[in-house]
């Protein structure tokens, strides 16, 4: 039995937003104890009661209750003809359920750019604004059901844009700026939305980059956007064209009183879109009830956010994080908004915001942490960090040494690792405030989500590894996919290969504490000579020595089997030789089993990413087999797979 690297005191642990629900329960369905292992078992045995229980415990604003909690059959393939059964006949709406939880003078929003400039906004401020921003859109025609697009980058004015668009029950959907005009179009060309927000130009490491030229190709390309509003975002002076207009004139300054419109529980809130590296991203639609309760869930009760806490989390508007972060405000939070890279201009940027902003929550990645590790980078004796209650991470595994790492250089608090996806816009498992923190491991599955390992056969197992299914519907599910008229898309994602169950696509471990082990995405796993391999297996290791800065590996088919291939980039300075490779062997060997061993190993000198910042190994190996990669403008670094390109002939040895 491992030892815990942090638990609770029995003070902490019964001062937390879950203690107080698990009583709550327990007491009201006589249940044995409070444990959570008690409270995760009947919140799956009785989702009905359990979900009913969330939105009362949270104070969920609605006009109109409901008659039922949910519907028979939830899993069943839907089109956005049907109603997805949950709540039926209530009525509420997702931007009041954000804008009414605290009290008016307190801060919503605190927004820090790259350049230094900060602004913030009351809950006051941010009502009014968003109720002259959705008065500014009925006034351009914009109406229920109407799709409002957003190329942006993280800053107040795509908060306004999301919430404005919700109260009026427009569907929302934003991109990253750093997206390509082809990666833009291949998103919101999907959709056709009725008008565009976006910027004139943004910062990032410390250079400003033009928006503007590329929108108005994406323009060309998609009839439908009626305006495109523009935001001031840098200094430069904006020359408009065509349809274009200031961000002002969307705002109506005569409004000063919200109407929000009273929707159905899974009326579309917005569209999310898968990563697309193996065709069109799939247009994912998400309805504003189940993430209203799915978000709440995770906030209040894995993580511990209460009113007055200082939430953060790195990312762009082109990831569901962002959406996730906005949704902390429903649980009276200050939100904290930065756009820029995460280093710049040196390795401390991030942790000194966490004490210029007093941030109690700090969200980031394996990536961004590995980074400051790699670089000697000590944020405890730098920085204060006396603010922060948790630390989490999320975008792929979080191997052991970084586990280790945070506990020795950032800080003593629950470092929650959390895992789940665009498709349903939050967790199967993550962060506990009441339970021990294991290397390795995510501290528990979610509440309400029947979270199994399958083995091939689909029968349940612990203690090994196994698939990612959920065997209990739950609210935050898609609604449906833009244009999947007849649901197949939708069976096909999440059905097709365990019926009657949501299959995931990640590979996983339940341990027998009830944590989870994520080995990577279940399509990527490695299988030579029949044994199966997550990708994490071997990234864990290989990532925790010095002469590494990143890795990727495949399996490539090779005299009737496969071999594992590891491709590495290093650190400056290291020579890629033979005794290099032997080390590297000779590690994962000692980590893992002879079988982990690569075949080849061969030095890169990048790692193709997407936007978001996953390894894309089906789209590399799909480039050694010299297949086409269907959408390669779903990569950060797209030019990256060149590279692969020209090792196939070396690859045949």
Same mark, same amino acid.
């Given at each position: 039995?491992?030892?815990?690297?942090?638990?609770?005191?029995?003070?902490?642990?019964?001062?937390?937003?879950?203690?107080?629900?698990?009583?709550?329960?327990?007491?009201?369905?006589?249940?044995?104890?409070?444990?959570?292992?008690?409270?995760?078992?009947?919140?799956?045995?009785?989702?009905?009661?359990?979900?009913?229980?969330?939105?009362?415990?949270?104070?969920?604003?609605?006009?109109?209750?409901?008659?039922?909690?949910?519907?028979?059959?939830?899993?069943?393939? !839907?089109?956005?003809?049907?109603?997805?059964?949950?709540?039926?006949?209530?009525?509420?709406?997702?931007?009041?359920?954000?804008?009414?939880?605290?009290?008016?003078?307190?801060?919503?929003?605190?927004?820090?750019?790259?350049?230094?400039?900060?602004?913030? =906004?009351?809950?006051?401020?941010?009502?009014?604004?968003?109720?002259?921003?959705?008065?500014?859109?009925?006034?351009?025609?914009?109406?229920? =059901?109407?799709?409002?697009?957003?190329?942006?980058?993280?800053?107040?004015?795509?908060?306004?844009?999301?919430?404005?668009?919700?109260?009026?029950?427009?569907?929302?959907?934003?991109?990253?700026?750093?997206?390509?005009?082809?990666?833009?179009?291949?998103?919101?060309?999907? &959709?056709?939305?009725?008008?565009?927000?976006?910027?004139?130009?943004?910062?990032?490491?410390?250079?400003?980059?033009?928006?503007?030229?590329?929108?108005?190709?994406?323009?060309?390309?998609?009839?439908?956007?009626? *305006?495109?509003?523009?935001?001031?975002?840098?200094?430069?002076?904006?020359?408009?064209?065509?349809?274009?207009?200031? #961000?002002?004139?969307?705002?109506?300054?005569?409004?000063?009183?919200?109407?929000?419109?009273?929707?159905?529980?899974?009326?579309?809130?917005?569209?999310?879109?898968?990563?697309?590296?193996?065709?069109?991203?799939?247009?994912?639609?998400?309805?504003?009830?189940?993430?209203?309760?799915?978000?709440?869930?995770?906030?209040?009760?894995?993580?511990?956010?209460?009113?007055?806490?200082?939430?953060?989390?790195?990312?762009?508007?082109?990831?569901?994080? #962002?959406?996730?972060?906005?949704?902390?405000?429903?649980?009276?939070?200050?939100?904290?908004?930065?756009?820029?890279?995460?280093?710049?201009?040196?390795?401390?940027?991030?942790?000194?915001?966490?004490?210029?902003?007093?941030?109690?929550?700090?969200?980031?990645?394996?990536?961004?942490?590995?980074?400051?590790?790699?670089?000697?980078?000590?944020?405890?004796?730098?920085?204060?960090?006396?603010?922060?209650?948790?630390?989490?991470?999320?975008?792929?595994?979080?191997?052991?040494?970084?586990?280790?790492?945070?506990?020795?250089?950032?800080?003593?608090?629950?470092?929650?690792?959390?895992?789940?996806?665009?498709?349903?816009?939050?967790?199967? =498992?993550?962060?506990?405030?009441?339970?021990?923190?294991?290397?390795?491991?995510?501290?528990?599955?979610?509440?309400?989500?029947?979270?199994?390992?399958?083995?091939?056969?689909?029968?349940?197992?612990?203690?090994?590894?196994? %698939?990612?299914?959920?065997?209990?519907?739950?609210?935050?599910?898609?609604?449906?996919?833009?244009?999947?008229?007849?649901?197949?898309?939708?069976?096909?994602?999440?059905?097709?290969?365990?019926?009657?169950?949501?299959?995931?696509?990640?590979?996983?471990?339940?341990?027998?504490?009830?944590?989870?082990?994520?080995?990577?995405?279940?399509?990527?796993?490695?299988?030579?000579?029949?044994?199966?391999?997550?990708?994490?297996?071997?990234?864990?290791?290989?990532? %925790?020595?010095?002469? &590494?800065?990143?890795?990727?590996?495949?399996?490539?088919?090779?005299?009737?089997?496969?071999?594992?291939?590891?491709?590495?980039?290093?650190?400056?300075?290291?020579?890629?030789?033979?005794?290099?490779?032997?080390? &590297?062997?000779?590690? &994962?060997?000692?980590?893992?089993?002879?079988?982990?061993?690569?075949?080849?190993?061969?030095?890169?000198?990048?790692?193709?990413?997407?936007?978001?910042?996953?390894?894309?190994?089906?789209?590399?190996?799909?480039?050694? !087999?010299?297949?086409?990669?269907?959408?390669?403008?779903?990569?950060?670094?797209?030019?990256?797979?060149?590279?692969? *390109?020209?090792?196939? %002939?070396?690859?045949?040895?």
């Amino acid at each position: 039995m491992s030892t815990p690297l942090w638990q609770p005191s029995s003070e902490e642990k019964g001062n937390t937003l879950l203690t107080q629900f698990s009583k709550k329960i327990q007491a009201k369905y006589d249940l044995p104890d409070s444990e959570y292992s008690t409270l995760h078992q009947w919140s799956i045995d009785y989702p009905e009661l359990f979900w009913e229980e969330v939105w009362n415990d949270s104070k969920v604003l609605a006009s109109k209750s409901w008659s039922k909690v949910m519907g028979k059959d939830l899993f069943n393939v !839907r089109n956005d003809s049907e109603r997805s059964g949950w709540f039926e006949g209530a009525r509420l709406n997702y931007a009041e359920n954000l804008l009414l939880r605290n009290n008016d003078e307190n801060v919503a929003l605190s927004f820090v750019a790259e350049n230094g400039t900060k602004h913030s =906004m009351s809950y006051a401020e941010l009502r009014a604004a968003v109720s002259q921003c959705a008065s500014g859109m009925k006034d351009m025609g914009v109406s229920e =059901m109407d799709r409002v697009a957003a190329v942006i980058p993280n800053c107040p004015e795509a908060v306004i844009g999301l919430l404005a668009a919700s109260s009026i029950g427009a569907i929302w959907s934003s991109c990253s700026p750093d997206f390509g005009i082809k990666g833009i179009n291949d998103r919101l060309g999907q &959709i056709s939305p009725k008008i565009l927000i976006t910027v004139n130009a943004y910062h990032y490491n410390g250079k400003e980059h033009d928006c503007l030229t590329k929108i108005r190709e994406v323009t060309k390309l998609i009839p439908s956007i009626e *305006a495109v509003y523009v935001v001031p975002f840098t200094e430069t002076e904006i020359e408009f064209q065509g349809n274009e207009k200031p #961000w002002t004139e969307l705002l109506d300054y005569s409004a000063n009183t919200t109407i929000f419109a009273q929707l159905p529980f899974d009326h579309p809130l917005y569209i999310l879109y898968s990563s697309g590296t193996t065709g069109l991203p799939k247009s994912i639609v998400h309805g504003a009830g189940g993430c209203l309760l799915k978000h709440l869930t995770e906030h209040r009760y894995h993580s511990d956010i209460n009113p007055g806490d200082r939430v953060f989390y790195f990312t762009t508007c082109g990831w569901m994080m #962002w959406n996730w972060l906005v949704s902390s405000l429903a649980s009276g939070a200050t939100i904290i908004l930065y756009d820029g890279a995460p280093t710049f201009p040196d390795t401390g940027r991030m942790w000194e915001l966490i004490d210029d902003q007093q941030i109690t929550h700090f969200g980031t990645s394996p990536k961004f942490l590995g980074a400051v590790n790699k670089a000697g980078y000590s944020p405890r004796k730098n920085n204060q960090l006396n603010s922060l209650k948790a630390i989490l991470s999320t975008g792929s595994p979080l191997p052991g040494n970084l586990f280790s790492w945070i506990y020795e250089e950032v800080a003593y608090v629950p470092v929650m690792s959390i895992a789940g996806g665009t498709d349903l816009a939050g967790c199967f =498992m993550g962060g506990n405030p009441n339970l021990p923190v294991y290397s390795e491991e995510l501290q528990c599955k979610s509440l309400g989500m029947n979270t199994l390992a399958y083995d091939a056969a689909g029968k349940s197992v612990e203690c090994e590894k196994g %698939e990612l299914v959920c065997a209990t519907p739950f609210p935050s599910m898609p609604i449906y996919f833009w244009k999947d008229y007849d649901g197949e898309k939708y069976h096909d994602a999440y059905f097709e290969k365990f019926p009657g169950v949501w299959t995931h696509g990640d590979f996983i471990e339940i341990t027998e504490r009830g944590g989870v082990i994520v080995y990577g995405r279940s399509d990527t796993v490695l299988n030579p000579g029949g044994v199966r391999i997550g990708t994490s297996e071997i990234y864990r290791p290989v990532e %925790e020595m010095s002469e &590494i800065v990143d890795s990727l590996v495949v399996a490539q088919s090779w005299e009737n089997d496969v071999r594992i291939v590891l491709f590495v980039v290093l650190k400056k300075g290291i020579e890629f030789d033979d005794e290099l490779i032997s080390k &590297i062997k000779a590690t &994962i060997r000692s980590d893992a089993t002879t079988r982990h061993v690569p075949s080849r190993i061969l030095e890169i000198q990048d790692v193709p990413r997407t936007i978001s910042g996953k390894k894309v190994e089906k789209a590399v190996l799909q480039t050694i !087999r010299g297949e086409s990669v269907e959408n390669i403008s779903a990569l950060a670094n797209p030019e990256s797979l060149s590279i692969f *390109a020209d090792l196939r %002939e070396e690859l045949k040895k």
